[in-house]
């Protein structure tokens, strides 16, 4: 079974130049992750895993925005409620989603401005910016760079909630779920 792996620090944007057992963890199907604070109460999380298939085949699973109910399993919905007709790189999302912590169960709901950035030859970018919801501030980015003979993506997001939650409850919450929640994205989008 693939494992998770904490590194000191990861280039958000992209990897270059990044060390060989690096580079062998993540083909291997290796989740590197890197959790910081990110004001009182929010958390901050970079992660990136391997893919093995073509980068336009991976954007076109992650820009299908309905099916990253399939991604997450803490979301419940999920969907464009508007799109910039002219290029379709400007979306807006509305998601809902629940978790259960101990006695209680919260649900967040979110609308986010997408903006989605394709360059062809290189890589290609998502970012989601937080319009209102439940959360102080949210931002997110993914990143998907050819790497080997498939794709590496990059996920940084970092947020506050809107309830007071100290940080390391956050971060401790993010280290535990988003790797299961990234090895279940690439289960779906790999059809394994």
């Not at 280290?175 to 394994?192: F, K």
Request: with cysteine; proline share 4%.
């Amino acid at each position: 079974m693939t494992g998770v792996m904490t590194i000191a620090a990861v280039d958000s944007a992209f990897i270059t130049g990044v060390n060989m057992n690096h580079q062998e963890s993540l083909l291997r199907g290796e989740i590197f992750l890197q959790t910081r604070s990110h004001s009182a109460w929010g958390g901050a999380v970079t992660a990136q895993m391997y893919l093995p298939m073509g980068r336009s085949h991976v954007w076109q699973q992650l820009t299908d925005y309905p099916r990253w109910v399939q991604y997450f399993p803490d979301l419940t919905r999920s969907e464009i409620i508007s799109a910039d007709g002219h290029s379709r790189a400007y979306k807006r999302l509305y998601q809902v989603a629940s978790k259960a912590f101990f006695l209680f169960t919260a649900q967040v709901e979110i609308y986010l401005k997408v903006v989605e950035t394709a360059h062809q030859t290189a890589w290609q970018q998502i970012q989601f910016q937080l319009e209102r919801g439940s959360f102080r501030d949210f931002t997110a980015t993914l990143n998907l760079q050819d790497f080997n003979t498939g794709t590496l993506l990059t996920y940084s997001v970092q947020a506050t909630p809107s309830i007071p939650v100290p940080t390391q409850l956050i971060q401790e919450a993010i280290r535990l779920d988003l790797p299961s929640n990234m090895r279940r994205m690439r289960q779906v989008i790999c059809g394994r």
